[in-house]
């Protein structure tokens, strides 16, 4: 399918290590968000991308938390000296508009689930 | 405090019966109110989309509500059938942070049983 893929599907990691989670979004599409969703709880955004713009990245909890899509069409979601309060599942979506078209459908990937030990 | 408040947190019901999730919101200004699906382990899936002027829209046995001034909206599930069980997501966008901006609900959690 040509839907919105995520790597690595899983990742265990100790407290203190960086991680890289990799969202690969449907071609074409224009803009790329970053969720973070704890067990339980409804999708919380982080931040999203118009092309290879970083628009809004007022979700990102700490100076911890970076995302980047440097071409416009991957991304990547870096969290660097990881604490345990990171584990959660971390979703990437995209849609096909870019900023202002407001009733624009996302799609959603599969989800890190990321662990910290 | 959460922006988007969703009820009842879980819910149960049979096979046939119908059902309605609410959603609160705060946000503002408005630009849209989205319901989701949300099935174990799977990403959230769109159900139904209505901008500040929209009263009500249907998909399927799917019917959502949107009243702007009170700022409530409804999900009603006719018919359910087990498949519906799964995570019922509201999420309204704001028209800060450059109009993409997302504030989800924590969901109601729906139960179809025989």
């Known amino acids: 399918g040509a839907g919105v893929s995520q790597s690595p599907r899983y990742k265990v990691t100790k407290r203190g290590q960086d991680v890289a989670l990799r969202c690969d979004p449907i071609s074409g599409h224009v803009s790329l968000y970053w969720y973070r969703q704890a067990l339980g709880q409804g999708p919380e955004f982080l931040t999203y991308?118009?092309?290879?713009?970083?628009?809004?990245k007022s979700g990102l909890p700490n100076d911890r938390f970076s995302a980047e899509r440097p071409e416009g069409s991957i991304s990547t979601l870096t969290i660097q000296r990881t604490e345990q309060r990171d584990s959660a599942m971390y979703r990437c979506a995209s849609s096909l508009g870019s900023m202002g078209v407001g009733t624009d459908t996302q799609y959603f990937g599969p989800g890190t689930r990321l662990t910290v030990l | 405090k959460n922006q988007v408040e969703q009820s009842p947190q879980s819910l149960i019901i049979l096979e046939g019966k119908n059902c309605t999730l609410q959603c609160n919101y705060t946000v503002s200004p408005f630009s849209n109110l989205r319901w989701y699906k949300q099935d174990t382990g799977r990403g959230p899936v769109s159900l139904t989309i209505m901008t500040f002027s929209e009263n009500t829209k249907s998909n399927g046995r799917y019917t959502a509500t949107l009243d702007a001034d009170t700022k409530q909206s409804s999900l009603h599930i006719t018919a359910s059938q087990l498949s519906d069980s799964a995570s019922y997501i509201c999420?309204?966008?704001?028209?800060?942070?450059?109009?993409?901006?997302?504030?989800f609900g924590t969901g109601t959690q729906l139960k179809v049983e025989l």
């Open positions: 999420v309204v966008r704001g028209l800060t942070g450059g109009g993409n901006k997302l504030t």
């Open positions: 991308f118009n092309y290879e713009a970083q628009q809004d």
